[in-house]
């Protein structure tokens, strides 16, 4: 019986040293809540805010973790950089609440052609597209603009064959705001192709109030 439960107990200690680092992530925000709450209830509300606030920045990294895992692979012929903030860090951005954007630079492997696929979530900038997604005539009087569908959402393109320059924007659900921007390309082809590739259900999924 002694035997029986040593192994249990190394058992159980493996399994704890697998544990992902995800879930000791949200060990710390357990804590962080926890002690939030202590402090309010012994009536110290500067303590509790600062916990509180450290644990929401902890549930934003998480989620700005799994958003970057949504991202699309490097296409054939392709070659693609870590997902990462705007302003570099990694993907450890804060999205939501005016967050910053997550991007994730590609480069084509026998050629020039550069493409960067970014995600905004809940941001102003995001409010000020869908002016545009909700007017096809402010699409139409836009140059070398078109709509395409991707699969039951639209997307606005935009190909400048003089400069090989292309854009490819998808506004999904109002609040999250995607793109994917290309040069020294032959054809908007890529990106759109990119865009393609860009899991929208496990955005949904990830990016859910």
Known sequence: MGSLNRRLGIAALGTALLLPMTALAQDEVVEQ???????????????????????????????????????????????????????????????????????????????????????????????GMAAMFNNPALVAAQPNTERIRLGRESAIVKWEPNRSRAEVTLLLDGRILMQVKGQNLESQDAAVELMRGWDLDAVREQAAR
């Open 33 to 127: 809540i926890e002690l939030g709450l202590e402090l309010y209830q012994e009536e110290d509300y500067g303590g509790a805010i600062t916990e509180l606030e450290f644990a929401i920045n902890d549930i934003r990294k998480l989620m700005s973790g799994r958003i970057a895992a949504t991202f699309p692979e490097a296409p054939a012929g392709w070659s693609a950089d870590e997902v990462a903030s705007a302003g570099g860090g990694g993907a450890a951005a804060m999205l939501g609440g005016g967050g910053s954007m997550l991007e994730r630079q590609y480069r084509q492997d026998d050629g020039n052609g550069q493409l960067e696929a970014s995600m905004m979530i809940d941001n102003p900038m995001v409010q």
